[in-house]
Each structure stands twice: as structure tokens, then as C-alpha cells.
């Protein structure tokens, strides 16, 4: 059973960087493809996987963060973290990090607000 933790959301103006950190438990980390899912405010909106990342490094994003988050892992301590530039009010959701396909189990998320 895997556990994962994120950290490092906050209250940013637009135009400001955040890097979020997920902490995965699980046996052979390194045997897994990794991703950032988001969830914005509002029933109506579902969680959406916005970047990823292959065992061999190989990463992909969805259009609307493409230029501006870039996802990385780290195998030796288990962690993916996704580094985010130039924030926009969108970007105001709940950020989980997920296997890709992701698990049942899904962490507590890290609140990230983009206001002015």
C-alpha cells in the first residue's frame, strides 16, 4: 500500500513560483511512473493529471502548464517534485501527487492559491 504526502503549497500572486514535494512509500519507487494531479475549486471539476514522468525521465505535460511546471523525481529518496513558474489565478487548485495510471489511495493534496 502506497502512502504519499505533498508539501510545499501556499498563497501566491500571479506571476510568482512555487515547487510542491511529494514523499511516496512504496517499494521500488524508482519502478514507477509519477504524476501531478490537480483539482480546482467547484464540484464541477474533476482532478486532471497536468504532468508526469516515466521512469527513464521522460515527461509530459498538459497543455495548460506546459512552459511553466516542470516535474522531477528524485529515486534515491522516493520524492517527485514539480517545480511551478508563472502562476496564474487557474492555477488555484488542490494539488495531489498519483501514479500514472494513479492508485485508490490518494494523499491529503496541497492547497495552492494564485490571488492578487
Known amino acids: 500500500q502506497a502512502q504519499l504526502v505533498e508539501s510545499g503549497g501556499g498563497s501566491v500572486q500571479p506571476g510568482g513560483s512555487l515547487k510542491l514535494s511529494c514523499a511516496v512509500s512504496?517499494?521500488?519507487?524508482?519502478?514507477?511512473?509519477l504524476a501531478w494531479y490537480r483539482q480546482a475549486p467547484g464540484p464541477e471539476n474533476g482532478r486532471e493529471r497536468i504532468?508526469?514522468?516515466?521512469?527513464?525521465?521522460?515527461?509530459n505535460y498538459t497543455d495548460s502548464v506546459k512552459g511553466r511546471c516542470t516535474i522531477s523525481r528524485d529515486n534515491a529518496k522516493s520524492t517527485v517534485s514539480l517545480q511551478m513558474t508563472s502562476l496564474k489565478p487557474e492555477d488555484t487548485a488542490v494539488y495531489y501527487c498519483?501514479?500514472?495510471?494513479?492508485?485508490?489511495?490518494w494523499g491529503q493534496g496541497t492547497q495552492v492559491t494564485v490571488s492578487s
Open positions: 498519483n501514479f500514472h495510471p494513479p492508485y485508490p489511495n
Open positions: 512504496i517499494f521500488r519507487f524508482s519502478s514507477y511512473t
Open positions: 504532468a508526469s514522468i516515466t521512469t527513464h525521465n521522460v515527461t
